[in-house]
């Protein structure tokens, strides 16, 4: 295995089961999130309040990633999310 091979397949392995760990079944935030998203589209007239709940979820989800992501990947990839999110949280 060449040792490009080697670091992705360790980027996107769970340490613990070495399993590949890339995309999962939505837990309760994303199902929070794609809601508020979708309802924000049905109701403009909510679409503030459904957007700062949908932050929320997303920000409580890329915590949980960064915390106990399964692979490298999972918690890079919660840390980028957490990082747009306040970027888009302060303009």
């Known amino acids: 295995m ?3 091979r ?3 397949t360790w980027f996107v392995r769970n340490p613990q089961t070495d399993r590949v760990a890339v995309a999962q079944p939505p837990n309760i ?7 508020a998203r979708a309802g924000g ?3 403009d007239d909510r679409a503030m309040e459904l957007r ?12 949980d990633e960064m915390a106990r992501g399964q692979s490298p990947f ?4 919660g840390a980028a999310v957490l990082g747009y999110q306040l970027v888009s949280l302060a303009r």
């Not at 700062?52 to 915590?63: K, M």
């Open 2 to 4: 060449t040792q490009a």
């Open 6 to 8: 080697s670091a992705l």
């Open 29 to 35: 935030a994303i199902l929070t999130w794609i809601a």
């Open 41 to 43: 589209w049905l109701w």
């Open 52 to 63: 700062w709940i949908g932050s929320g979820a997303l920000l409580v989800w890329a915590l």
């Open 74 to 77: 999972r918690r890079t990839l």
